[in-house]
C-alpha cells in the first residue's frame, strides 16, 4: 500500500545518507563535514537499478553524470600505505621487459620470468630483507608482480616468501650463508611439504614432530604407510 511504499523509500534514503556518510569519512579521513553532502543530496532515490542524486533544490541528477571521479584520491583510498614504494614498483614494471607476452612457449616463458624476477630483485625497490624488517612493505610492492605476470608473483612468492621467509625467520648460522643467492635469484628457492597419499594437500599431512625434552630429540611419528 502506499504508506509501506513510504516507509521503504524513507528507508532507502536512510541507508544511502549512511553511505554516503561512510564513503565521506573515507575520503576525508582528517576529517570531513558529512553536512556538505547532505545539503547538496537532500535525499536519495532508487528506483530498480537507478540511482540518482535529488539535490537541495528539487533537481534530480544522475549519479554516472554528476559524480566526478578523482584518480589521486582514489588511489589513496585504496592504496594508503607505502606509496613512494608502490610508485617505485609501477615504474619499475613500466619497462619493456615486463610487457605482456603472449607468443611463448613454455620453456620460453618460464625464462622470461627468470629474467624479471632477477631484474625486480636488483633493483633495489623491494628486497628480501624487507620480509623480516619491513614485512609491509614487501606485501606492498609485491603484490604488483602478479598483476604483470602471474608466475612471477608465484615465483617470488616462493623464492623470497616461503623459502628465503623460512630461513630468515626459523633458519641459524648454518643456513643464513644462503640468503644471499636466494636474494638475488641466484640460487633457486624452494619449499617442499607433502606426503605420499596427500600431494600438494598440506592440510592433510599426517607426519607430526614432537619436541622429547628428556633427549632434547624430535621424535618424528608417521603414523600410516600414506604419511
Known sequence: DEETKRERERMDEARAQRRLRVLCAHLEPSGCDASVWMDACAGVVVSGRTRRIVAGSGRQVNLANAVTLIPERTNCLLEPDHR???DAARRLLSDALFAPRYDLDIDAMRELTMRRCKAVARSGVVSLADAES???RLL???EYLALV???MGVKFGVQWGICGGTILQLGTERHRHYLDGIATFETAGCFALTELGH???ARAVETTGEYDASS????VHTPSDMA
Do not use: F, L, Y
Not at 632434547?216 to 621424535?219: G, L
Open 84 to 86: 613512494d614504494d608502490r
Open 216 to 219: 632434547d630429540e624430535i621424535v
Open 140 to 142: 606492498a610492492t609485491t
Open 199 to 201: 600431494g600438494s594437500n
Open 149 to 151: 605476470d602471474h608466475s
Open 134 to 136: 619491513d614485512p609491509e
